[in-house]
């Protein structure tokens, strides 16, 4: 009898690990070899550690570059996990065999070194299943394995298909690799005395496994010679049901891990314990469900097996079931199911003694003393920064932003911004233990990595940028970093000669000026850099706005827009007469482009430093007909951007704007339809609607605006005085 018997498995397969748990019963290996990188080796013991809940991955990353990493996730219906566990509760060695990290991580080529996903076929229990007509490759393995065989048999039977289907195909070279090293770790047991072996695999190696199949070591060693390595670490990470997921992008992923689940650990009465959840979930969000329908569900996804042929219902069969008889044929329903029961939203965790880095170590003792709750689903968290609790929450998550590990996103920026109110939208990603590691670099605390990277970044950073990072330090609570980056704003503030970057500074600055105090923060040095500024800005202003081409003159104008939301926030008269004394010399200046000029006299006008009577005289000398048609649209573009209340209740202005719109060339109007729609198009449809109405009782001549300008009686004595001068000028 052999030694060693090769376990063929499909990734994450409920069946599989069924099948395994049986098989190692019945073999009592003394070693049991599972797929998947031989640096886990060091921390498979704590898989049967207090504390440690599945679904979990183990991760490698290089040290150096912990960016570079792999994770090998593991369910409790993984046969990889079933296998671990059971050598370690019966104390027996296990190992893990496959290509190294250390090659794998080194080599970043995933197509050719990269886990099982990068080698086709993906799934060939899915591809045996698709040809015999299943849909769900589980129900296929159930229906046609398990049911026919039994014992060890199940695997005979699996490595004989993979036999066949690998039958002429020549596996890429990253695969063939894989394989030597998984046959070089066999080898180095079979040397030991170990009467009884069990190799659990992804079933497409099941045939290579075998040793009577073994090509010979010298031929391993030359597909294993001189490949590069780099330092790397294990450990254990937690994972989420919706990362095991094929949506989620993970490439050997399944697309119903909820469902696995419940197939797995459900002793009985699977599909009707199933359907008794659904009804309890579809309860719980007020859909009406009777303990009947649930009945006459069983009845109906029986009935669907029955009539496909199939000796028990299948994940396809219950579906149906539920869409027509608990959702009423509504997919609405099912997106729910989907989401809560067929993907779920739990979240592993891993003991404490796992190898972790300092800085991970102290955000879970921060958390821990916040009382922040690690979740795989969304949670919304909403804090009052008058609060301290609430306020070193803010701290932490706005800390963990400048880290790159956003565990937090802000919500409802705007409404709440310079209030005490915040709003947060939490949720844990594994991917955000690497983030971790990979930030480690910087620091061994949240708050002190946090500094290092702000420092950093303020080191090579322009004036913009340098401004935004004031507003992300404050509100991080980083009073060293802080006055890093005050000094670097100052000192850059006095060389910057770019009037766009000075202008793109002003609105960051602004708010932390205006807010800071809700952040009890000083901020006086922020207010003379500032003040200077917009002085500069303020002098070199109308020069920087000659000349511009359209594209040039569009980021022109958004920045005029964020300087003036600046100025707004706050109560300095001083800076306002500055600034909108730069404003009133890019509106009389020639050369400007008439989106920033029109731009201009708006904002003045809105200030209260135009009259109507003077915009509407600048507006109608820029659309008479003398004008240029194109300038004359961007001027009008620029005037007209914001509220519509301006149209609306001047209707002096209105008439000026629709007389131009009526009197410009047909071919002309074509090519200038674009940018008017996008103009208006920002207006709300109620003040749209209020425009439309009062230019059609301008067309009537009975509107407050008077009759249209067609409709006046020419003077043709007056018109005639100055005739003689026009023709002078022609000649």
């Known amino acids: 009898m052999s030694r060693v018997h090769v376990l063929g498995i499909r990734h994450h397969g409920p069946g599989s690990a069924r099948a395994v748990a049986t098989a190692l019963a019945h073999l009592d290996p003394e070693v049991v070899l599972i797929e998947g990188p031989p640096e886990l080796d060091a921390v498979a013991p704590l898989a049967a550690a207090a504390g440690m809940r599945p679904p979990v991955a183990g991760l490698v990353y290089a040290v150096a570059e912990p960016a570079t990493a792999a994770f090998y996730p593991m369910a409790v219906f993984s046969p990889e996990w079933v296998a671990l566990r059971w050598a370690l509760e019966h104390e027996r060695e296990v190992r893990f065999l496959d290509l190294p990290a250390t090659v794998a991580l080194a080599a970043r080529d995933d197509a050719e070194h990269g886990g099982p996903d990068a080698e086709p076929p993906l799934d060939p229990i899915a591809t045996l299943a698709e040809a015999a007509g299943y849909d769900d490759p589980e129900r296929w393995w159930e229906d046609a394995v398990e049911l026919r065989y039994h014992g060890l048999d199940v695997f005979d039977a699996v490595r004989d298909a993979m036999a066949a289907l690998r039958e002429g195909h020549v596996p890429d070279l990253g695969t063939q690799r894989r394989e030597a090293a998984m046959r070089r770790v066999l080898r180095s047991v079979l040397r030991g005395d170990a009467a009884t072996i069990a190799v659990v ?79 309890q979930l579809l309860r719980g969000e007020q859909h009406d469900v009777s303990p009947a329908a649930v009945i006459e569900a069983v009845r109906l996804a029986d009935t669907l097996a029955v009539l496909r042929d199939r000796p028990h219902p299948g994940l396809a069969e219950v579906l149906e079931a539920c869409r027509a008889v608990l959702c009423g044929g509504s997919d609405v329903p099912m997106r729910l199911i989907a989401r809560r029961l067929l993907v779920g939203d739990i979240l592993g965790r891993v003991p404490r003694d796992t190898p972790r880095v300092p800085l991970a170590m102290d955000l879970a003792a921060t958390r821990k003393r916040l009382r922040l709750k690690q979740s795989a689903a969304e949670q919304q968290l909403d804090l009052d920064l008058r609060t301290p609790s609430h306020r070193e929450r803010s701290k932490l998550l706005h800390r963990l932003l400048l880290l790159d590990v956003p565990w937090g996103e802000p919500a409802e920026t705007a409404r709440t911004r310079g209030t005490f109110r915040e709003s947060w939208t939490l949720e844990w990603r594994p991917e955000l233990e690497v983030a971790l590691i990979e930030a480690s670099g910087y620091g061994t605390t949240i708050s002190s990595a946090a500094t290092a990277v702000v420092t950093q970044r303020a080191a090579g950073a322009d004036i913009a940028e340098l401004s935004e990072l004031v507003e ?85 104008r958004r920045l005029l827009d964020g300087v003036q939301r600046g100025i707004g926030l706050l109560d300095q008269a001083g800076l306002r007469e500055v600034w909108y004394g730069a404003l009133r010399s890019v509106a009389d200046r020639t050369g400007v482009p008439g989106l920033i000029a029109g731009r201009a006299v708006r904002l003045l006008l809105d200030a209260g430093l135009l009259d109507v009577a003077d915009a509407a005289g600048r507006l109608s000398r820029q659309l008479s007909p003398a004008a240029d048609t194109t300038g004359s649209a961007g001027w009008l573009e620029g005037f007209l951007s914001g509220e519509a209340a301006l149209l609306v209740h ?20 074509d090519r200038l339809l674009p940018l008017l729609r996008r103009t208006f198009a920002e207006f709300p449809a109620a003040e749209r609607r209020d425009i439309g109405q009062r230019v059609a009782r301008l067309d009537r001549g009975d509107g407050a605006a008077g009759p249209r300008a067609a409709d006046v009686t020419l003077d043709h004595e007056r018109a005639s005085l100055v005739v003689p001068r026009i023709l002078e000028l022609l000649r």
């Open 472 to 556: 992300h330090t404050l509100t991080a609570d980083l009073p060293a970093a802080l006055a890093a980056v005050l000094a670097a704003l100052d000192e850059r503030a006095a060389r910057q000669h770019d009037i766009t970057r000075l202008m793109a500074a002003v609105e960051p600055m602004a708010r932390v000026r205006r807010y800071g105090n809700v952040r009890r923060a000083d901020t006086e040095l922020v207010q003379r850099v500032l003040t200077g500024v917009v002085t500069r800005i303020a002098v070199g202003l109308p020069g920087a706005c000659a000349g511009l081409d359209e594209d040039a003159g569009r980021d022109v």
């Open 201 to 279: 695999c992804g079933a497409w190696h099941a045939p290579v496994l075998v040793p009577s199949a073994f090509p010979t070591q010298a031929a391993d060693n030359r597909l294993l010679k001189g490949l590069p390595t780099t330092k790397v670490a294990a450990t254990w990470v937690p994972w989420t049901s919706s990362r095991l997921a094929r949506m989620s992008g993970y490439g050997a992923g399944i697309s119903s891990p909820g469902w696995y689940h419940h197939l797995f650990t459900t002793p009985d009465e699977v599909v009707g314990r199933w359907l008794v959840r659904v009804a």
């Open 650 to 669: 001047e209707p002096e202005l209105l008439e000026i704007v629709d007389r131009w719109a009526t009197g410009v060339d047909g071919e002309v109007f």
